[in-house]
T-cell receptor, first 115, second 117 residues
Framework: QKEVEQDPGPLSVPEGAIVSLNCTYSNSAFQYFMWYRQYSRKGPELLMYTYSSGNKEDGRFTAQVDKSSKYISLFIRDSQPSDSATYLCAMRDPSLIQGAQKLVFGQGTRLTINP | KAGVTQTPRYLIKTRGQQVTLSCSPISGHRSVSWYQQTPGQGLQFLFEYFSETQRNKGNFPGRFSGRQFSNSRSEMNVSTLELGDSALYLC????????????????FGSGTRLTVV
């Protein structure tokens, strides 16, 4: 079983719909949670990050973390065709020394917003 | 400011050959990490360098190696290439010990697409 599970999709929704993307994880020590967006032929770009449980909003994007359920979500409101991309959840490996960097990624969900 | 620059963008190599990929991080970023991305396995951590020292290593064979120079630029090398090494290799740089509230997130380059034939 992978440490981070994410439904690869593909997910296809009409323009304007609310999109919900989710990941589950097994390591209860994870504390930093991120969402990346990756367009075709590009590297991932950081969209949102949250620390521990709670919600964070940035424009049309909302990230939620539920540590008790080991479940994180990304919501996209008023989805646009330009949101069509692969969305990856990621979590920082907590076993490392402070400052060290290693992220564990989900498989990524391919999202298409249809005009 | 300039982003993370990876060269070359595309590469075709033959089995058994070796390859070197290059990464220039964002100015001021001293941590450089490398990831392999494949359709089957997704993004997998290769290694991280900070101040010319490898700080972490993922679960890859010894054919995969890297180094970092004093200007924080990094290279990764794959020797004795196998067909399964075909992948997108991504480099990411980040600030170290970000202040409270700052992200532990990376800035990724666009990657080097390696095809082994």
């Amino acid at each position: 079983q992978k440490e981070v599970e994410q439904d690869p999709g593909p997910l296809s929704v009409p323009e304007g719909a609310i999109v919900s993307l989710n990941c589950t994880y097994s390591n209860s020590a994870f504390q930093y949670f991120m969402w990346y967006r990756q367009y075709s032929r590009k590297g991932p770009e950081l969209l949102m990050y949250t620390y521990s449980s709670g919600n964070k909003e940035d424009g049309r994007f909302t990230a939620q973390v539920d540590k008790s359920s080991k479940y994180i979500s990304l919501f996209i409101r008023d989805s646009q065709p330009s949101d069509s991309a692969t969305y990856l959840c990621a979590m920082r490996d907590p076993s490392l020394i402070q400052g060290a960097q290693k992220l564990v990624f989900g498989q990524g969900t391919r999202l298409t917003i249809n005009p | 400011k300039a982003g993370v620059t990876q060269t070359p963008r595309y590469l075709i190599k033959t089995r058994g050959q070796q390859v070197t990929l290059s990464c220039s991080p964002i100015s001021g970023h001293r941590s450089v990490s490398w990831y392999q991305q494949t359709p089957g396995q997704g993004l997998q951590f290769l290694f991280e360098y900070f101040s010319e020292t490898q700080r972490n290593k993922g679960n890859f064979p010894g054919r995969f190696s890297g180094r970092q120079f004093s200007n924080s630029r990094s290279e990764m090398n794959v020797s004795t290439l196998e067909l399964g090494d075909s992948a997108l290799y991504l480099c990411a740089s980040s600030l170290v010990r970000p202040s409270q509230g700052r992200s532990y997130g990376y800035t990724f380059g666009s990657g080097t697409r390696l095809t082994v034939v």
